[in-house]
């Protein structure tokens, strides 16, 4: 939901601006930014064809919800920004990395980030189809942490009433692919890892 990618109305990757790896200000004519803990998501992209080779020079293009569990351009109050939207390439190694700030949970749905995956650059920001569509989940021991601060009123009651294996999405199979690696602390950040099979 909520793509901002040309399929649901609003279109940031046909904008100047959107290819960064801090994703935490909105761009362009917008100059909101989203608040809460930082967050940096790595996603090593491989190649399932290619016995697992690392994937160069792919991009990626990454959105979630605010602390607040709004998603720029789209919801109440932040319908004229563009934070939390972004496009990252991948090194030699297929890695790409994200600054981001720590998603909130919003009602119904377990904590996570959504990605596409394209097979470059010049693809991602001229209307070409992705590679992959996904969506990452965040552990239930990082989002405790850091729902415990001010920042996120709601997010800890949110996640109370929730669970992976009757999300929408990862309660098929409890996010076995989609979980993320978790390592950080609210104090220093939090690193979010994931290896990306297109």
């Given amino acids: 939901p909520y793509p901002g990618d040309g399929s649901n109305g609003l279109n940031v990757l046909s904008e100047?601006?959107?290819?960064?790896?801090?994703?935490?200000?909105?761009?362009?004519?917008?100059?909101?930014?989203?608040?809460?803990?930082?967050?940096?998501?790595?996603?090593?992209?491989?190649?399932?064809?290619?016995?697992?080779?690392?994937?160069?020079?792919?991009?990626?293009?990454?959105w979630h919800a605010n602390e607040e569990g709004?998603?720029?351009?789209?919801?109440?109050?932040?319908?004229?920004?563009?934070?939390?939207?972004?496009?990252?390439?991948?090194?030699?190694?297929?890695?790409?990395?994200?600054?981001?700030?720590?998603?909130?949970?919003?009602?119904?749905?377990?904590?996570?980030?959504?990605?596409e995956v394209f097979e470059s650059v010049e693809s991602a920001t001229s209307g070409g189809r992705p590679l992959v569509t996904s969506q990452l989940a965040l552990p239930q021991a990082a989002c405790e942490v850091v729902y415990s601060m001010a920042d996120y009123p709601e997010s800890a009651a949110n996640l109370r009433r929730v669970s992976l294996d009757r999300d929408m999405v990862f309660g098929d199979d409890g996010a076995i692919r989609q979980l993320a690696t978790m390592t950080g602390s609210n104090e220093t950040g939090w690193t979010a890892a994931l290896t990306v099979p297109v």
């Fill in 70 to 115: 709004k998603y720029s351009g789209y919801s109440s109050g932040v319908e004229n920004e563009n934070f939390l939207r972004g496009v990252a390439v991948a090194d030699q190694a297929g890695m790409v990395r994200f600054l981001t700030a720590f998603p909130g949970c919003y009602d119904g749905r377990w904590p996570h980030i959504h990605f």
């Fill in 16 to 62: 100047d601006g959107v290819v960064r790896e801090d994703i935490r200000s909105s761009f362009g004519a917008s100059t909101g930014a989203a608040e809460g803990v930082d967050l940096t998501v790595q996603l090593a992209i491989v190649d399932t064809g290619a016995g697992c080779a690392a994937v160069a020079h792919a991009a990626v293009y990454l």
